[in-house]
């Protein structure tokens, strides 16, 4: 089936440094990619996406790349704050269009 | 608005029992879905709505019913519980009938299965 893997399961640095989160996705035919982020005893929120004709996407601090090729994609974090700590999930569209196929999660730790 | 609402925030249940985890969303949205979050396995989609009167099953749908009379509720119903179902469950929403753009969470009903 289809299948969204997630690395790294947690990730702690230091406030200011850049934090990356890579994903796999295995359905060739996925063409939308979100990342939700999740503070802690919250609903996730929406924080970027991007679409499979895009190659990267940046908002502010936060950026994602696409590979189609390699069917990987990345969340990138720049400047961290404490703020930024929470739990992300990236996603791959299903093939029907229908529904999103979630990674595992990192949970993100940012010292300052 | 008060966006996606869920109810209850916290429930604990006997196994066999039944039970409906409520949902409303106050923003005209065709798509809504159930999700559960379980301890390092991320959000699994349970059942799913691309309009009022259509659902259908997402990637863990035994043991869960739900239907959509209306745009603005989607309830999940428990059957009959059992201690497996012990989960943080999510609803979500989308303007379109498909999760492409962003999908508002409500806050979590978290379930206990005794």
């Known amino acids: 089936g289809e299948n969204v893997e997630q690395h790294p399961s947690t990730l702690s640095v230091q406030e200011g440094d850049s934090a990356v989160i890579k994903c796999t996705y295995s359905?060739?035919?996925?063409?939308?990619f979100p990342w939700y982020k999740q503070e802690l005893g919250k609903g996730p929120q929406l924080i970027i996406d991007i679409r499979s004709n895009v190659g990267e996407k940046k908002d502010q601090r936060i950026a994602v790349t696409l590979n189609k090729t390699a069917k990987h994609f990345s969340l990138h974090i720049t400047e961290t704050q404490p703020e930024d700590s929470a739990v992300y999930f990236c996603?791959?569209?299903?093939?029907?269009?229908?529904?999103?196929?979630f990674g595992k999660g990192t949970t993100l730790s940012v010292s300052s | 608005n008060a966006g996606v609402t869920q109810t209850p925030k916290f429930q604990v249940l006997k196994t066999g029992q039944s039970m409906t985890l409520q949902c409303a969303q106050d923003?005209?949205?065709?798509?809504m879905s159930w999700y559960r979050q379980d301890p390092g396995m991320g959000l699994r989609l349970i059942h799913y709505s691309v309009g009022a009167g259509i659902t259908d099953q997402g990637e863990v749908p035994n043991g869960y019913n739900v239907s959509r009379s209306t745009t603005e509720d989607f309830p999940l119903r428990l059957l009959s519980a059992a201690p497996s179902q012990t989960s943080v469950y999510f609803c979500?929403?989308?303007?379109?009938?498909?999760?492409?753009?962003?999908?508002?969470f409500g806050p979590g009903t978290r379930l206990t299965v005794l």
């Open positions: 359905d060739s035919a996925s063409n939308y």
């Open positions: 996603a791959a569209l299903s093939q029907a269009g229908t529904a999103l196929i």
């Open positions: 923003m005209n949205h065709e798509y």
């Open positions: 979500a929403s989308s303007y379109f009938s498909s999760p492409v753009g962003e999908q508002f």
